[in-house]
């Protein structure tokens, strides 16, 4: 399962991918304005931190042709570009030509199973569908997500699951148990949930007893 660092946050970026768990990082508007400067120059930071690592852009055009000619310059920016398109019905045209054109696609603020069928029939390499703004509408997210993998794994379609808009330990843990490709998190959801009470406990408990014995060198 990969792990996406949801933020454009070079700091943050630079602190997950030196421990080896991050595969790549999700911008999006609001992150990359929220950062401030110039939105390019944050991107090919980022880029350098992760040279391998799968770097999701957002459109911020509407336009359909204007989408489709701006997502062609972000994918442009680099191999390892993904490039995030709204999964809006006047926007089905340009999808399957830039998945004609090899483009690699996560589409975005997807939000239910029919709209996940229709981009793995499309042949996107990601669908993001947004669970936490599921949640936020008193639907059941991660139960949205166990539907999408069911009908990718029954269709056997080739479209990735990146489940997106993880804002709780709990729903990183729904997104595990879904079985899903990929998630993308926060860097502090992700410092939540990588601690546990009775970790430090215990590793202080292993301290004390052990400092009872009065070694100084072992082995
Ligand atoms: C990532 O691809 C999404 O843009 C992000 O997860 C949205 O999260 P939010 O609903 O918390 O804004």
Redesign the pocket.
Known sequence: MKI?L?TANVADIKKWSHMGIIDGV???P??LSKEGGNPVEIIKEIMKILPHGEI?V?VTEKDPMAVYEQAKKIAALGNNILV?VPCASEYYDIINKLVQENVKL?I??VFTLIQSLMMCKLGVTYI?P?I??LN?IDEDGIEVLHEIKYMQTQYDFSTGI?A????TVDQFHGTIDAGVDAV???AETLEKAVKHPLTEQGMEKFDADWKKLGIKKFP
Do not use: P, W
């Open positions: 996406f949801d999700t911008t999006n609001s992150h999701s957002e995030k996560n975005t603020l993001s947004f936490g703004r936020d990146l997106a808009s993880i804002r993308t998190l926060s």
